[in-house]
């Protein structure tokens, strides 16, 4: 199955899901919500902004559509890259641990399996997944994608309410510490602006002191300077951890086996396509001791 295919099986469900709280005006609230969501990521610089919601079906709906294929192909260029520095594989083991931070939509947890369903040289048949997201109304999507996906790697997909900004809601957290693999997808500019005081420093001050030798993460995110220094001033410096690539600001689009036509009744209906071209910073890091 394709990330589009996929992503289309997830809009079937939301779009149920934002019938049954909006009944005849869910359309049009889809429609505000795709300009919502375009205006909040027009202002991700902006320190005195609100936080972006995702509460509202309507615009979960909106994000998963425009979004979410794009950036799981992202995702799944990113770990060809790290398997082509890493010896030709990016796992090391049958039993793997993945945590996304602020993966709630389920962007890079499809990524991450849909590269492992075409890398069949990767040893995984077992993946632990940790989503952790701040909007508690995501833990639904995704829960069931193993199935969906029919992939020969047996899943098991546990959400986990976190808000970076709200130590309380991570301190005692260890479990996703254990991971393999951490992805940062399109993250670190949702929450710059709310850094208040270096909570959002100390939140990965705590994954990158606590994590185990040998965890790989991976860094993609809107191509901007700021986004880029704010989150290396996080790693850069350390000597616990060493960058296997970066690479900034390049005009990326998804791969040529993803076509978008599979979302085609829903183009048709909002009068809009998925974002299929973005300007993108990519960082892989290892921790080494
Ligand atoms: C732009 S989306 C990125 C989603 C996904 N990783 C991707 O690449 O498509 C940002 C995600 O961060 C979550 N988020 C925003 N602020 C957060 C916070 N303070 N703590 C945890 N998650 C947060 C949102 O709920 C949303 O799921």
New binding site residues.
Partial sequence: MTLFELVKVALDELYDEGKAQHGASLDDKIKAKISYLAGG?RGLTDSSRR??S?RDPATRFA?VMK??AT??D??VQTLEALRDVNGGKVFSAESARLS?????????VMGVLKYLSENKKEPVKKLTCYL????QA?ADTWTEIGDALQSPVSINVNFQP?????PE?WNSQKKFLLADLF?????V???KA?DKGGV?GDFWDKIFTEASIGANFLY?DNGYKEFNEFFDSFWRGRKDVECLYEDDNQWTTPRGSEQSDELGEYKTKFGQSPKLKSMISTRILKKIK
Avoid at 132 to 135: A, P, V
């Fill in positions: 990521y936080a972006i995702y994000y979004y979410v950036h799981g992202y995702v996304c931070v602020g993966g709630g939509p389920g962007s890079d952790l997201d701040g909007e995501w976190l808000d970076v900004t709200k809601s992805t940062f997808s399109y993250f500019s949702e929450v709310f959002v993609i």
